[in-house]
């Protein structure tokens, strides 16, 4: 049975598995194994010798809570907006008939994906990339929304709200 890493007790107490490359495993193996094109200008992120494993246990879980805030901005982002395009009469109208949006949405979204893809290492580029990407997206699900009983919507962003929330605790 295979374990999590992050799980393993060995990786807590600050003793990561052995990768390849790093004392176990085949090299060979391991250079055969290595990304290459235009999408991955370098080998592989953790072949370098620096992994989510092999961090002190204070790096992992402030990474951890770094992602989990930044969902959790996103969320309230996501949150702001699909309330205004669903309490807004005047917004909700307008979001519904404007449908034109809608695919000019999708595609920016998936263009947005892209761009972060490649921006990945160009830190305020790929902030901004984020930010943009996550109104995308909030567009997206407040036009959505619209069409939605208001339960089954409020029932969602509870839901949603009480994961996430769960998660970060879990965090600390």
């Not at 036009?143 to 509870?158: G, L, P, Q």
Request: net charge neutral; aromatic share 12%; hydrophobic share 50%.
């Amino acid at each position: 049975m295979a374990s999590i890493p992050l799980m393993n007790e060995d990786v807590e107490m600050g003793h990561p598995p052995p990768y390849p490359g790093k004392g176990g495993g085949n090299q060979s193996q391991t250079k055969n194994n290595r990304r290459q094109g235009i999408f991955f200008d370098e080998m592989d992120d953790f072949l370098h010798g620096s992994s989510v494993a092999a961090a002190h246990v204070s790096i992992r879980m402030g990474f951890i809570r770094k992602v989990l805030g930044i969902l959790s901005v996103q969320l309230v982002c996501t949150f702001a907006f699909g309330a205004i395009c669903v309490f807004t009469p005047g917004a909700k109208g307008l979001v519904q008939q404007v449908s034109w949006l809608m695919p000019i949405g999708f595609i920016l979204s998936i263009g947005l994906l892209i761009a972060m893809l490649i921006k990945r290492h160009e830190t305020p580029t790929n902030y901004w990339l984020l930010a943009a990407w996550t109104f995308v997206q909030a567009y997206t699900v407040g036009v959505i929304s619209t069409f939605y009983e208001m339960d089954v919507v409020v029932e969602a962003v509870f839901l949603t709200a009480v994961v996430v929330i769960a998660l970060f605790a879990y965090s600390f």
